[in-house]
T-cell receptor
Framework: DAGVTQSPTHLIKTRGQQVTLRCSPKSGHDTVSWYQQALGQGPQFIFQ???????QRGNFPDRFSGHQFPNYSSELNVNALLLGDSALYLCASSLPGPKSPLHFGNGTRLTVT | QKEVEQNSGPLSVPEGAIASLNCTYS??????FFWYRQYSGKSPELIMFIYSNGDKEDGRFTAQLNKASQYVSLLIRDSQPSDSATYLC????????????FGKGTLLTVNP
């Protein structure tokens, strides 16, 4: 049973560039959430996708956008990268309800120089 | 006021002891409570979840919830060096609020 898979594992970008991160959910899960985790902090909610729509969004600027595909996989796009965007980006999948536990992928480590 | 608060630690316990990790939350409407373990450089791993007041046990782990006090805790019995990690408390608002709010985590070190 494949868990949540994310790609790439590491990425180095320059300020002002754009990046796309990808995620495939755990088998049987149809809901995908994205989190940003800065060093020494807990994960911060970016947004959640369900039925190919953004269902809820956290306090992140419009530079952060996403997409969910019919097979439930998802992408996170970040435009106009800032140094402060350097973080571990975590994708988590779950069943649709708010009580459903999140299962995290291994994350993508993004470094902006 | 922070939404989910944890003592950042580090919490150091000897091998075989009980480790007690605590968490408080500010939203009285919170419905679901989760504990995740995160090893350095790795992603969070779900340990337990609890929805109702009281205790929930799973092996060496016990989660305790007191909604009146807005307090949730995790006890780890017979602590092992492999339990050394950061433990994240996470809270979900329920209803149409799907966001999981995390604390900053407590670093636990189990000394052999």
């Amino acid at each position: 049973d494949a868990g949540v898979t994310q790609s790439p594992t590491h990425l180095i970008k320059t300020r002002g560039q754009q990046v796309t991160l990808r995620c495939s959910p755990k088998s049987g899960h149809d809901t995908v959430s994205w989190y940003q985790q800065a060093l020494g902090q807990g994960p911060q909610f970016i947004f959640q996708y369900y039925e190919e729509e953004e269902r809820q969004r956290g306090n992140f600027p419009d530079r952060f956008s996403g997409h969910q595909f019919p097979n439930y996989s998802s992408e996170l796009n970040v435009n106009a990268l800032l140094l402060g965007d350097s973080a571990l980006y975590l994708c988590a999948s779950s069943l649709p309800g708010p009580k459903s536990p999140l299962h995290f992928g291994n994350g993508t480590r993004l470094t902006v120089t | 006021q922070k939404e989910v608060e944890q003592n950042s630690g580090p919490l150091s316990v000897p091998e075989g002891a009980i480790a007690s990790l605590n968490c408080t939350y500010s939203d009285r409407g919170s419905q679901s409570f989760f504990w995740y373990r995160q090893y350095s450089g790795k992603s969070p791993e779900l340990i337990m979840f609890i929805y109702s007041n009281g205790d929930k046990e799973d092996g060496r782990f016990t989660a305790q919830l007191n909604k009146a006090s807005q307090y949730v805790s995790l006890l780890i019995r017979d602590s092992q060096p492999s339990d050394s990690a950061t433990y994240l408390c996470a809270v979900s608002g329920g209803g149409s609020n799907y966001k999981l709010t995390f604390g900053k985590g407590t670093l636990l070190t189990v000394n052999p």
